[in-house]
C-alpha cells in the first residue's frame, strides 16, 4: 500500500533538520488487542529492512506512506512504514531497531518495549448487552448499570510511614474502560493532621493508557498534593468521594435514526475509595537540639551583615537565609537577643519558595533593621538552625559564629546620664502622748462646734486621693500605649531630635564649618522624615518620602521645598560651595520646612 500526500504550505522559512528515524508503538496493550507500530523517517530512505516482531502476530504490513511539503520553493519528505500486530501471550517485549539506508548510510531507529497484560474477556460484550437491555433516551441520566470494576478511583501514597514532617506526595485518579462525559461533587479527604500544598495539575484532565491489577485502563490525575504531617500517630484519611457521569452507547430508540445510528445515555456513577491510614512517627527523644522546631528535610543557612564597622545611629541590615527541600513555609526565623544598645526591628521576610512534582524547595531570608545607638563593640550572634534529616535518621544542627559590629561615636550620639535621686527622713522623737508641747504666740483657736469633719474642706480632700489616683491610672495607660507604639513615638520626638541636629549645625555654621554643616543638615532632614513617618531608614528614597507626604496631605510645595533642601544638602556634603549666606539661608529654609511639616502631619 503505497500513499503519497501532497502538502502546499503558505510563506515560511525552514532549515535543514538533522536525520531521524523514529519508532512508535503504545507501551501496554491486552492480548488480542490490534495495535500499530510506526518507523518514521524526516527525510528520504531506501532499502527499509524491518525488525522480528517475535511475540506479535503481524495483521498488516508494511504499510508505506510519504509526506512531501514544498516551502517557499523548497522541498522536504518523510517516510513512514506502519505495522498492524496483535499480541497472542503475556508478558514484557521488545522490537528491537528497524534499519534503512539514507544516501548509502544505514543508519537505526529506537528499539519499543512491550508489555502485554491478560485481556478483559467478554466484559464489553456484557456491558453493551446490558446497555441494550436498558435503552433510554439520548441525554438521559439514570443509575449506574456499568460491571464493576469498569470505572473506580484510587488514592495513592508516596509512603504510608514517615516522620512528622516528613513529605509525602498524595495521588487522586480515576480508572475507566468508559467514555467519561464529567464528574460532580467531587470531595477530596481534608487530610486533617497535615500541611498540604497542592502540586499545579493541568486544566484538562489527560488520560493515559495505564496497567492496574493486570488489566488495562485510561487512567487519569484529578488532583496531587504533598503532605507534612504534623502529629504523631496513626492518622485514618477520609475516602475520596466523587459522581462520575459515564455516557454509554446504546442501540434501537424511539427513531428511525436511532434505531440505524444508535443513541447514548448518560449515567451518573458514585465512586469513593476506602478508608486508608498513615503511620506518623514521633521525633528520636534522644539528641534533640534546644531550638529544634519539629521542621524535616535538608536546609542550608547563611548569614551576612552588610556593615561591621559604622558610626551611632547608623543602620545596618542582617540577613539569615534558610535554604532547602522541605515544608519550607513552616521556617521561622531563629531565635536572636540583640544587645540592649541595639536597636531592633522585626525581620522583612522574603520568600523564594516552589512546589515540585514531590517536594517543596527554595529559600527564606529574613532581613533585620539593627540601628546602633551608642558606640562600642557588640556580638551580633551566633546563630543556629536544627531540623531532622530523615535520610540520616538523626537531628542537624546549622551553625554560625558571631559578628563583631564596631561602632564609633557619632557626631549626633546624644550622651544619656542616669541619675538617681535618694529622699532622706528625719527621726521624730516621741516624748509621750499625755504631754502637750506649750504653745507660744498667738493660739489659732476655732470656734465651738465646728469641726473640720463632715466640713466642705474634709469630703475635698477625702476624695481628693481617688480623683489624683484615676487622673494617675489613665495618664500611665496611655503612656504604656504610646511607648508600645514605636512609630508614634518616633513620630512625636521627630521635631525634637531635628532641633538638636539643627543646633549642631548652627554651632559648624559659627565655626565655618562647610562639610561639617552640611552633613549634619543632611542628618536632621534624613533623620525627622523618617521618624515622622515612620519609615525604616533601610526602605527610605526620595520617592518614598514624596508618595507618603502626599498620601499624608502636605502641600505639594512643602514637599517640594523639603526634597530640594535634600539635594541641596546631600550635593553639597561632597562638593561644599557657596559662601556663609548660602549656607544660614538653607539653615533657615530647613527650620521653615520642618515647621510647615509639623503643621500638616
Known amino acids: 500500500m503505497f500513499t503519497v500526500m501532497l502538502v502546499l504550505a503558505g510563506i515560511a522559512t525552514t532549515t535543514a533538520a538533522e536525520i531521524a528515524f523514529v519508532a512508535s508503538a503504545k507501551s501496554t496493550v491486552q492480548v488480542g488487542e490490534r495495535f500499530q507500530v510506526s518507523f518514521e523517517l524526516n527525510t528520504n530512505g531506501s532499502s527499509f529492512r524491518a525488525p522480528s516482531f517475535a511475540g506479535f502476530e503481524i495483521l498488516s504490513g508494511p504499510n508505506q506512506s510519504t509526506n512531501m ?9 518523510s517516510l513512514t512504514y506502519s505495522y498492524f500486530l496483535s499480541a497472542t501471550k ?20 529506537n528499539e519499543l518495549k512491550i508489555t502485554v ?13 446490558n446497555n441494550k437491555q436498558q435503552g433510554g433516551q439520548q441525554g438521559q441520566q439514570g443509575s449506574s448499570s456499568s460491571s464493576d470494576g469498569q470505572t473506580f478511583v484510587r488514592i495513592s501514597f508516596s509512603k504510608t510511614k514517615a516522620y512528622r514532617g516528613e513529605a509525602i506526595v498524595v495521588t487522586h485518579k480515576i480508572y475507566t474502560k468508559q467514555s467519561i462525559a464529567g464528574f460532580e461533587d467531587v470531595k477530596f479527604p481534608s487530610y486533617d493532621g497535615f500541611w498540604s500544598e497542592d502540586i499545579q495539575q493541568p486544566q484538562q484532565i489527560n488520560l493515559v493508557r495505564e496497567s492496574y491489577n493486570g488489566e488495562i485502563y485510561n487512567a487519569g490525575i484529578l488532583k496531587q498534593s504533598i503532605l ?18 459515564i455516557r454509554e452507547q446504546t442501540r434501537g ?35 534533640q537540639p534546644a531550638d529544634f522546631s519539629g521542621l524535616t528535610g535538608e536546609f542550608s543557612m547563611k548569614a551576612d551583615i552588610t556593615k561591621t564597622e559604622v558610626e551611632a545611629n547608623e543602620a545596618v541590615n542582617l540577613k539569615i537565609t534558610i535554604s532547602g527541600t522541605g515544608n519550607m513555609k513552616q521556617v521561622n526565623a531563629p531565635a536572636l537577643e540583640f544587645p540592649p544598645d541595639i536597636e531592633s526591628y522585626d525581620p522583612k521576610t522574603v520568600d523564594n519558595i516552589k512546589t515540585g512534582a514531590s517536594a517543596v524547595s527554595g529559600s527564606r531570608t529574613f532581613d533585620y533593621l539593627l540601628i546602633p545607638r551608642h558606640a562600642g563593640e557588640f556580638k551580633i550572634g551566633p546563630f543556629s538552625f536544627s531540623y531532622f534529616d530523615v535520610a540520616k535518621n538523626k537531628y542537624v544542627t546549622l551553625s554560625q559564629p558571631e559578628f563583631i559590629l564596631k561602632v564609633g561615636k557619632g557626631s549626633g550620639e546624644e550622651d544619656k546620664a542616669t541619675g538617681v535621686t535618694i529622699a532622706s527622713k528625719e527621726d521624730l522623737k ?7 508641747y506649750i504653745k507660744t504666740g498667738d493660739a489659732n483657736l476655732a470656734e465651738k462646734g465646728k469641726y473640720f ?95 507618603t507626604m502626599m498620601e499624608r496631605k502636605v502641600q505639594e510645595a512643602t514637599i517640594h521645598s523639603f526634597i530640594s533642601l535634600l539635594d541641596k544638602a546631600e550635593f553639597a556634603r561632597f562638593a561644599p560651595a557657596g559662601g556663609e549666606k548660602e549656607m544660614d539661608t ?12 509639623e503643621e500638616n502631619v
Open 69 to 77: 511539503q514544498f516551502v517557499n520553493g523548497s522541498m522536504s519528505q
Open 90 to 109: 503475556e508478558g514484557t517485549y521488545t522490537i528491537s531497531p528497524a534499519k534503512i539506508k539514507v544516501n548509502g548510510t544505514e543508519i537505526e531507529s
Open 117 to 129: 497484560v491478560k485481556g478483559a474477556g467478554n466484559t464489553q460484550q456484557n456491558t453493551q448487552q
Open 228 to 245: 507534612y504531617p504534623q502529629k504523631a500517630g496513626k492518622i485514618q484519611i477520609e475516602p475520596f468521594k466523587v459522581d462520575v457521569i
Open 253 to 287: 430508540g424511539n427513531s428511525i435514526f436511532d434505531q440505524f445510528f444508535g443513541s447514548y445515555q448518560d449515567v451518573k456513577k458514585s465512586l469513593k475509595t476506602a478508608p486508608t491510614f498513615i503511620d506518623v512517627l514521633p521525633f528520636p527523644l534522644s539528641g
Open 430 to 436: 516621741v516624748l509621750g502622748s499625755d504631754i502637750r
Open 453 to 547: 469633719f463632715r466640713s466642705p474642706l474634709f469630703f475635698a480632700a477625702s476624695g481628693a486621693p481617688l480623683l489624683l489616683y484615676l487622673l494617675f491610672f489613665f495618664w500611665h495607660r496611655n503612656m504604656v500605649k504610646q511607648s508600645g507604639n514605636v512609630a508614634l513615638m518616633k513620630s512625636r520626638r521627630a521635631n525634637k531630635i531635628a532641633g538638636k541636629r539643627l543646633s549642631l549645625a548652627k554651632k559648624f555654621l559659627a565655626e565655618k564649618k562647610q562639610t561639617e554643616y552640611y552633613e549634619e543638615i543632611f542628618k536632621a532632614l534624613w533623620g525627622y522624615i523618617s521618624d515622622k513617618l515612620s519609615i525604616p531608614v533601610a526602605e527610605l528614597t526620595k520617592e518614598k518620602i514624596k508618595e
Open 586 to 597: 538653607i539653615y533657615s529654609e530647613s527650620v521653615d520646612v520642618i515647621s510647615k511639616i
